[in-house]
Every structure is written in structure tokens, then in C-alpha cells.
């Protein structure tokens, strides 16, 4: 995705401009794709063969969410995220099965890289874009993470990433992949 790709994903919630505008939004970056699947970790070595992509991170009940179990794969200029449900106990696990269940394997976010987080959710917000989680932190040894998360027709949604302050494999709760 270019990052003139990115910055229209951004702005197709509405129409811009007036006296109140305050000027165009930083263009962002095409952060990951997260895909469910039904099964994470064949879906991984599966694409980690057929694209060359080299599996990065890991999270999963080993790394403390007991719901669903992701595998970063990486490559230049590509992130992906293949993520399946392990158990629907909580919200995230039966989002992800509910996911599932409605549209089949498929993409569940883009996430976009952007330099401020607050500042591009409340411009997209404020031109119609339906908001899904207000700008938070999280943490982890490797430092912090900004995100928030806006709505897409569809099914699926884009979540606005600044990990500037982050030098982790991924995300916080992530762990480097050692290998299968």
C-alpha cells in the first residue's frame, strides 16, 4: 500500500475542508494486515512458504491471552498478522469467532501507521468515521504503543498505530517467534 493509499483510507470517512479544517492529515503508512483464519499457525507456515515472508512474533495462552493465538510474518515492506480464536470466553475471542463465523478467513484490520495518533482518529472521526476505541497506550518491557481504532464498511476496521516509542517484535504482549 502506498502511502497515498493509506492516507485516502483515512479520509473516505467524509468530506474535508471548511473554515474549521486544520489542515490534511500526515499521510500514514500501511502498518499490518490482520487476517482471522481458522488456523493461525498452518495459515502462517502456508504463507511463510508460498511468499517468502519470515514469521517474526508470536502471541498466543503462552504469552498471556489465553483467546486467540497470532503469528506475525514479515517481510520488506510487509507485515502480516494471521489470527484464529482459541476460545470465545471474552470479548476478543468471540469477536474473533463471530469474525469468522459471518465472513469465512479474511481481513479483520488494516492498521495504519501514523505519527499522531489523536490527531488522525479526531479527523477521521470528526468527517464521519465511527469510532471503535478512543486513542489508548499500552506498555510492555520494549517501551509503548499508541493506538485507537475506527470502523470500515464491511466487517473489518483500521486501527492507527505510533509505535515510535516501541522496539518490541510487534506489539506489547508479542515475543519474538523462536522458530517452529
Known amino acids: ?12 470517512a467524509g468530506p474535508a475542508g471548511g473554515a474549521e479544517d486544520p489542515g490534511p ?40 491471552d489465553p483467546e486467540a493465538v497470532s503469528y506475525v510474518l514479515a517481510g520488506p515492506g510487509t507485515r502480516i498478522v494471521l489470527t484464529s480464536p482459541v476460545q470465545a470466553i471474552g470479548p476478543r475471542g468471540r469477536e474473533l469467532a463471530a469474525h469468522l463465523e459471518r465472513y469465512g478467513d479474511g481481513v479483520l484490520d488494516l492498521a495504519v501507521g501514523v505519527p499522531d495518533v489523536p490527531y488522525a482518529y479526531d479527523y477521521a472521526v470528526d468527517r464521519g468515521a465511527l469510532s471503535l476505541a478512543e486513542p489508548y497506550e499500552v506498555r510492555d518491557r520494549y517501551g509503548s504503543v499508541v493506538l485507537a481504532t475506527i470502523a470500515v464498511p464491511g466487517g473489518s476496521r483500521h486501527t492507527l498505530v505510533d509505535r515510535s516509542g516501541y522496539v518490541g517484535p510487534y506489539l506489547p504482549g508479542y515475543q519474538a517467534f523462536a522458530g517452529w
Open 1 to 12: 500500500m502506498t502511502d497515498t493509499a493509506a492516507e485516502s483510507v483515512l479520509l473516505a
Open 25 to 64: 492529515l500526515p499521510p500514514g503508512r500501511a502498518d499490518a494486515v490482520v487476517f482471522v483464519v481458522g488456523d493461525a499457525e498452518r495459515a502462517a507456515r502456508r504463507y511463510q512458504a508460498a511468499l517468502g515472508l519470515r514469521c517474526t512474533a508470536y502471541a498466543g495462552p503462552g504469552t498471556g
